[in-house]
């Protein structure tokens, strides 16, 4: 499996269901967010089982993304028509109700194999997550199997991280959440962040 951490990210052109609940033909990454911190996440199928959950998590958080600039978008192997139907089926019934975020629709699987989720056997994405930056690089990444599902406040953390790094210069290290100290990243910086840390690690 590739590591896309420091490449460019994959750019695409597929059919997608957009936030409002309109069916576009041509989506296209590149354009949707140019000079925008961006969140893709790849998962299986339409109308399965762990799926749901991630993408009302996805949701539920949307606007805590919003607030950081950040678009969020998902995809898998179904069709803009299966994404739309799913959208249209309440929660209580197994759907996932009208999401906020775009869903893409990857129904030649040529995406999740320029982003290296696909698996072997079953032909449906890994759980795929990558935070992509304003230019265009892939900056994190996480693939949880199918079984798993993922940790969308983890995908939130690191955003944060990414933001302060980049409005401080500093790093961040094991365990960083908003409002902590940084490191800098020098041997004496090192030193006075463990002295002062390394009981909480």
């Known amino acids: 499996m590739s590591v896309l951490v420091g490449r460019p990210a994959p750019d695409f052109t597929a059919a997608a269901v957009l936030g409002n609940g ?16 961006a969140v893709i996440f790849f998962y299986p199928l339409d109308f399965t089982f762990v799926c749901p ?5 996805f949701d539920k958080r949307f606007e805590e ?9 998902g995809v898998s192997i179904d069709s803009q028509f299966s ?49 992509i930056d304003e230019e265009g690089n892939v900056r994190h ?18 955003v944060d991280a990414l933001s302060f790094h980049q409005e401080h210069g500093e790093v961040c290290p094991a365990g960083w959440q908003e409002g902590d100290k940084g490191m800098d990243a020098s041997p004496s910086g090192v030193a006075s962040y463990l002295s002062e840390n390394a009981d909480k690690l």
């Open 83 to 131: 994404h739309n139907a799913w959208r249209n089926t309440p929660v209580n019934e197994g759907g996932i109700g009208p999401v906020q975020y775009t869903l893409v629709a990857d129904t030649k699987h040529e995406i999740c194999q320029a982003y290296d989720v696909e698996h072997p056997e079953a032909g449906v994405a890994f759980r795929g997550s990558f935070l």
């Open 53 to 57: 959950s991630e993408l009302i998590a």
């Open 22 to 37: 309109e069916i576009v033909d041509a989506f296209t990454l590149s354009e949707e967010i140019k000079g925008k911190k």
């Open 141 to 158: 990444q996480v693939v949880n199997d199918l079984p798993l599902g993922r940790n969308v406040d983890e995908m939130l953390r690191m």
């Open 65 to 73: 993304f919003k607030k950081r600039g950040v678009e969020v978008i």
